[in-house]
């Protein structure tokens, strides 16, 4: 069992930053793979960025190289650099740790993103 909890969203124009971070409680934090997920009212919830056990990242195409994902295993938190940030941005966004096997998946209850143009 798994408690994710996300903070760090808020209001920002266009062209400005924000750090999220998602804090995790529970056992074996570093064995998961751990994602951001964003959603705004209507749309699907997509991944946006991933990073493994490991550290290796992947990026959804609209973020990459203005988003970077990391995480602290000795202070259980992941984090979400948000740089160059658009009106697109503008979601929830959602913290996820999973592993295959045995399979498992937690989420957190998100913080809000809003970017204004």
């Known amino acids: 069992q798994v408690q994710l909890v996300e903070s760090g969203g808020g209001l920002v124009q266009a062209g400005g930053s924000l750090r999220l971070s998602c804090a995790a409680s529970g056992n074996r934090f570093s064995g998961y793979a751990m994602g951001w997920y964003r959603q705004a009212p209507g749309n699907q919830r997509e991944l946006v960025a991933s990073i493994t056990s490991s550290g290796r990242t992947s990026y959804a195409d609209s973020v990459q190289g203005r988003f970077t994902i990391s995480r602290d295993n000795a202070r259980n938190t992941l984090y979400l650099q948000m740089n160059s940030l658009k009106p697109e941005d503008t979601a929830v966004y959602f913290c996820?740790?999973?592993?295959?096997?045995?399979?498992?998946?937690?989420w957190g209850r998100g913080t809000q993103v809003t970017v204004s143009s």
């Open positions: 996820n740790a999973a592993r295959s096997y045995p399979p498992s998946s937690y």
